[in-house]
Structure formats: C-alpha cells, structure tokens
C-alpha cells in the first residue's frame, strides 16, 4: 500500500497526532510526504517516510506525477482552509489528479481517520482485526 502523506503549515501537528494513531499500520506501507511533513512524521512518529519536496516547491506536483502513473493508492491532504496558499494551484492538481485516477483523498482529520481505518481493515486479512486507530 503507497500512501501520501501531506499537511499545511496549521495542519502539521495534526498529522503527527493521525499518523501516531495508525503507527503501526503505516509503518507496513510505503509512505511518501512531502518534505516537512515527513522530517515530522520520521523524527515524532518514528515511520519510514520517502520525502518529496515541499509543497510550495513542486512535492505536490511530485507527489502528483506518482499518482497519475499508479505509485500512489490513497492520499491524507490536511489542507489549511482558512490561510490563503501560494502554491493553490499546484494543491488543486492534486487533488483533481485524485479524482480523475479514483484514489481516494481525506483532506481533514475526520477522513483521514476513516480512510486509514478502512485500509487498516482491507489490509489485515479475513478474520483479523485491524491494527491501529481509535474503535469508533
């Protein structure tokens, strides 16, 4: 499973708390962030996180290549609605790539629990529960 991970400046300490929850299931995944993002979730969370660029300086638009050619099956985009972005344009791509290739994108923390929590299950095998995240 290749999951991107991506936060806004606001949202980063809340992808360290989500990234925290579902440790161990994403410690069995090929991550790839962009860069700030992933020095945070290698050096708070301790995962393996294959680093892009920062958003601002193309890692969406890297992150977004990757996706449109298949490397990328679910992204966690925790998107700063109420601060303005130099770089929309490039967020927007990505986001649209999402939507033209069907890879499933949450853009807060309510969605990302629900998608990491849904490919936890998916993932851990008939007859296992899943291995991280709060119980509903």
Do not use: Y
Not at 24 to 42: M, N
Not at 54 to 64: A, E, F, V, Y
């Amino acid at each position: 499973m290749n999951i991107a991970l991506i936060a806004h400046d606001q949202k980063k300490d809340d992808m360290v708390m989500v990234a925290t929850e579902f440790a161990t299931f994403l410690s069995r995944c090929h991550l790839l962030a962009t860069g700030t993002t992933g020095g945070r979730l290698q050096n708070e969370v301790g995962l393996d996180v294959e680093r892009c660029l920062s958003g601002p300086l193309g890692g969406d638009l890297q992150i977004g290549a990757r996706l449109a050619v298949g490397e990328v099956d679910a992204v966690i985009f925790l998107r700063d609605p109420m601060t303005p972005q130099p770089h929309e344009p490039d967020i927007n791509a990505l986001v649209r790539a999402c939507d033209v290739h069907n890879v499933p994108c949450a853009t807060n923390v309510a969605g990302a629990r629900l998608l990491l929590r849904e490919l936890d299950w998916l993932n851990s095998g008939p007859g296992r529960a899943p291995t991280s995240g709060p119980v509903a």
